[in-house]
């Protein structure tokens, strides 16, 4: 059986024939399998969905409980079987839930990792290499250039600017589905015990991380209809970055503002966002965890997706892996 038998891209995302279903689909089809929930891998409107119950959940919050016809909770590293191929998900330590997905027909095994991290995240389950025949890699931060700092430096500078700036507030944008929350643990975790004020759009994630046992300490609103925004001086507020461009951020008197992305090793994106303190924190591995992982899944065969293919297709076959971009298209990670 050849790999592209038992896998392809179709306009609706990768396909299964054997199985017949699709992984992270980007249109609406008859059966689903689903990495994880940030909202350019899963999406509304399927038929049958199989996804860890953490991602369930998450797409229940986001969409209602109607998000499918018909749900199924994939446990990690069972086995499932679907029209004769054996499928089974596996820690990707990307955001809570997140997953890879293993398919396996006839010997030949396929691991479509969604998007994944190699550094540790107090948040959620770690990456986990699964052997493989094919590994389907993403490519987020698939150049040399990548190289993220350690996150606990990066969230010290956070806590010794607040000491510096004592009477502005630190408006951190983080994406509300992972970042935001390992930040505010990573701020925990570095001995920041006050309350940290976060947007009403990450009200519902966070209470679900703390449902599913993530503690995230004292969490308050950041609201500022109450005419004294005063109170905010030295607070950390974090909001989604859509919100940085709302009124909402403005009512912040002089606010330091702090962006929680791999983008911002890019000094010319810090820039264009008007972002004082760039924050490199990013849930997708970079360069070297790229190539360290596809050397400890074994593969002999390597497909690049969503991102900076080209790089990572040369790198492989200078190294004797073969290895072909994807060209998937719909997926702009919400959660870099
Ligand atoms: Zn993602």
Redesign the pocket.
Known sequence: MRASDLLHPRPEGLYCPAGDFFIDPVRPVARALIT?G?AD?ARAGHQAVLATQETLDIMALRYGANFAASTQAARLGETTTLGGVRVSFHPAG??LGSAQIAVEKNGLRIVASG?YKRRRDPTCRAFEPVACDVFITEATFALPVFRHPDDRGEIVRLIKSVAQFPERAHLVGAYSLGKAQRVIALLRAAGHDGPIHIHGALEKLCAYYESRGIALGPLAPATVDDGDPGRFAGKIVIGPPAAFAERWARRFPDPVSAFASGWMRIRQRAKQRGVELPLILS?HADWDELIDTIGETGASEVWVTHGREEALVRWCELNGIKARPLHLVGYE???D
């Open positions: 994880h940030h891998h990307h955001v998007d849930d990670d919400e959660g």
